[in-house]
């Protein structure tokens, strides 16, 4: 995982994912997990062309509200509405162990 593409690969997307969703807190998160889930994934092949291609779709969806943002919009708001539907916040986790005692 140090080989230098790879690191730049992962930088070029992020910096490409912020500026598609304009820096928001829900989408920058969920993107940034998605991006890092996929790059430590040991089954993922280093491939030029499709991050190319993600990096374009990414920059259209930065420069206009079209199709590509509504697009990146949507699945963002999708996962993290999966992730909040299977994660338990702290609090409440403190509070059932609270109860259990």
């Keep these: 995982m140090t080989d230098l593409r ?7 997307l992020y910096r490409a994912v912020l ?14 997990d998605q991006l890092r889930r996929g790059f430590r994934d040991e ?4 491939d030029a062309r499709s991050i190319a291609r993600t ?10 509200r079209g199709l590509e943002h509504t697009i990146l919009k949507n699945l963002l708001t999708t996962a993290f509405f ?11 986790y ?5 109860q259990r005692r």
Excluded: D
Aim: hydrophobic share 45%.
């Design 19 to 32: 500026h598609a969703v304009h820096f928001s807190k829900p989408a920058r998160y969920v993107a940034r």
């Design 94 to 98: 403190e509070l059932a162990q609270q």
């Design 6 to 12: 790879i690191i730049h690969a992962y930088r070029h």
């Design 43 to 46: 089954k993922a092949k280093f």
């Design 82 to 92: 999966r992730y909040s539907e299977s994660h338990i916040s702290w609090k409440l």
């Design 55 to 64: 990096l374009r779709f990414l920059e259209a969806a930065a420069r206009t």
